[in-house]
């Protein structure tokens, strides 16, 4: 009887044991390797990636340095009139030797800007661009080193030639077709311009600039 109490407690604790192996496969079996292969496969997707605005978008994205081309009113959106605020937003990063915000007349340059490229302030208000070297151009292609008779072609009958104040050159104002307080005066030496601005009138034409 004693043998036979034995035989059973063994064949029931093999039968338990059985039971608890069938709740927990082993890594290598088939349950275990579908239960890796879905973990695997999941992807968590890359963050989205803020999208630049375009100079057309109505953004304050500073322009391609191509892209700066002057017009009466200012260079790009740049605009003649703008207070630092918003000038800033356009060209970050200008620099000035006084206060732009309190300044009677002062110049600010930006790596922002195309080379060669000056704004003028007045009481904190862009006033004029100066455009004194490089190879930034009108909206129409004028630029330094065009003659006097390709700019004659290009305005036509809103050019106005007059005496440059200091050389044998002349001043070549072209006046805006939609807001004659609107101008671009170009420099030349008689032939070819040297250097060309743009803005509202008075400032525009200052020939001393802030001197």
């Known amino acids: 009887m004693k043998n036979l109490s034995s035989v059973s407690c063994f064949v029931c604790l093999s039968l338990v044991a059985g039971a608890c192996s069938v709740d927990k496969p082993s890594q290598n079996s088939p349950a275990a390797t579908a239960t890796g292969a879905e973990t695997a496969s999941v992807q968590f997707p890359a963050p989205a990636q803020p999208a630049s605005p375009s100079p057309d978008s109505g953004g304050t994205a500073t322009p391609p340095k191509s892209s700066w081309l002057v017009s009466e009113t200012g260079i790009s959106k740049l605009k003649a009139g703008m207070t630092v605020r918003e000038a800033v937003e356009i060209a970050p990063g200008l620099k000035s030797s006084d206060n732009l915000q309190t300044s009677e007349c002062t110049y600010a340059q930006s790596a922002s800007l195309p080379a060669g490229v000056n704004l003028m302030f007045e009481k904190g208000r862009v006033a004029r661009v100066e455009i ?11 630029g330094i080193g065009d003659t006097e008779a390709r700019l004659k072609s290009l305005y036509g009958a809103r050019i106005k030639t007059t005496p440059h104040k200091y050389t044998d050159g002349h001043y070549l104002t072209v006046t805006s077709s939609t807001d004659a307080s609107n101008k671009i005066v170009f420099e030349t030496d008689g032939s070819k311009v040297l250097r060309f601005r743009s803005g509202r009138t008075p400032a525009v034409e200052y020939v001393e600039g802030c001197s």
């Not at 004194?132 to 004028?142: F, L, M, Q």
């Open 132 to 142: 004194r070297s490089g190879s930034t151009h009108t909206v129409d292609g004028a």
